[in-house]
């Protein structure tokens, strides 16, 4: 899921693309994708684009008039800029914005549609589509550790629900709290002042660290490797490759469609934390340690 790192690199390349020119034309291929009626679709046809800006993981185009087109593309969606009048691609395409200079193509991969587009007209509307997490970047200690302990979470969910955090998913998450040298499951409650620190240096690091790393990485040219799985990253997408700080197999908790990745001995002490469907198979032979797990996969 393209996350605020990429978010912040897409709307500049889009401001930098857009800002001034006329949306002539909205095309869509999937009626799935367009999640709103009032205001209708045409309502933003013939505007100029004001300014782009960031509402948690969506891309906000605000055009003239108060009228306001909003891109989230979940998983698996991602943005393509091609020449003017370019087709939407048959099997991943969403929509595609009409701009004299080019169009921008909304796609996505797999079979589960879920990337939306919601139109808006007025300011209070558009509010109402704002999850209201708190904007770290923007933020002091005192009003990221208020937003954390708001309500009693592990410290993983934490970070990737809307409403507390704006704009952090699952990678990111990982890098965070591998970054912060705390367990994805320890509680909100728990944390005391330091670890809050901590945790709080290590969300504001991580997010500008990545912005920039994929800012230079994109240089002029239109963002398209946009992926939740870099070499570069330290624990997630790295399932039982080494460490980039200490060398242990980096260690997984597998959930519904998701999974959190981290590294046992920079994060829980060496403890192997619980995954729900290895541990309700291997039962009382689930291993506790480090070393416990490593003879398991050796025999």
């Known amino acids: 899921m393209p996350e605020l790192p990429d978010i912040v690199v897409y709307i500049e390349h889009l401001d930098r693309l857009l ?8 095309r869509i291929s999937s009626p799935f994708v ?10 933003a046809e013939n505007r100029g684009v004001v300014s782009l800006r960031r509402m948690g993981k969506r891309i906000v185009f605000c055009l003239e008039d108060d009228i306001f ?3 989230h593309l979940m998983v698996a969606g991602r943005l393509r800029w091609r020449p003017p009048g370019a087709g939407i691609p048959g099997k991943v395409g969403l929509a595609a914005f009409d701009f004299p200079a080019g169009t921008l193509l909304v796609t996505e991969a797999g079979t589960k549609k879920r990337a ?9 509307a558009l509010r109402k589509l704002d999850p209201g997490g708190l904007e770290v ?3 002091d200690l005192e009003s990221f550790s208020r937003a954390l302990h708001s309500e009693t979470h592990t410290l993983k969910r934490a970070l990737s629900d809307p409403r507390i955090f704006s704009g952090i998913g699952n990678a990111f998450s990982d890098e ?4 912060a040298r705390l367990s994805p499951l320890r509680r909100t409650d728990q944390m005391g002042a330091e670890e809050t620190q901590r945790l709080f240096e290590a969300v504001r690091g991580t997010l500008s660290h990545w912005t920039d790393h994929l ?7 239109f963002p398209e490797r946009v992926t939740a799985f870099r070499k570069e990253m330290k624990t997630h997408g790295r399932y039982r490759q080494p460490c980039a700080d200490c060398g242990t197999p980096i260690q997984r908790i597998v959930y519904a469609e998701n999974e959190t990745n981290y590294c046992p001995v920079c994060q829980t002490g060496g403890r192997i934390l619980s995954d729900r469907a290895l541990s309700r ?3 009382a032979d689930w291993p506790r340690t480090v070393e416990e797990l490593e003879d398991l996969y050796r025999k």
């Open 19 to 26: 800002k001034g020119q006329t949306l002539r034309k909205i």
């Open 116 to 124: 939306s587009l919601h139109l808006a007209r007025g300011e209070p």
């Open 69 to 71: 087109v909003l891109i």
């Open 176 to 179: 965070i709290l591998h970054a």
């Open 137 to 139: 970047l923007e933020a």
């Open 215 to 221: 800012r230079q990485e994109a240089g002029s040219k």
């Open 34 to 43: 367009l999640r709103s009626w009032d205001p209708p679709l045409e309502t």
């Open 281 to 283: 198979l291997l039962k």
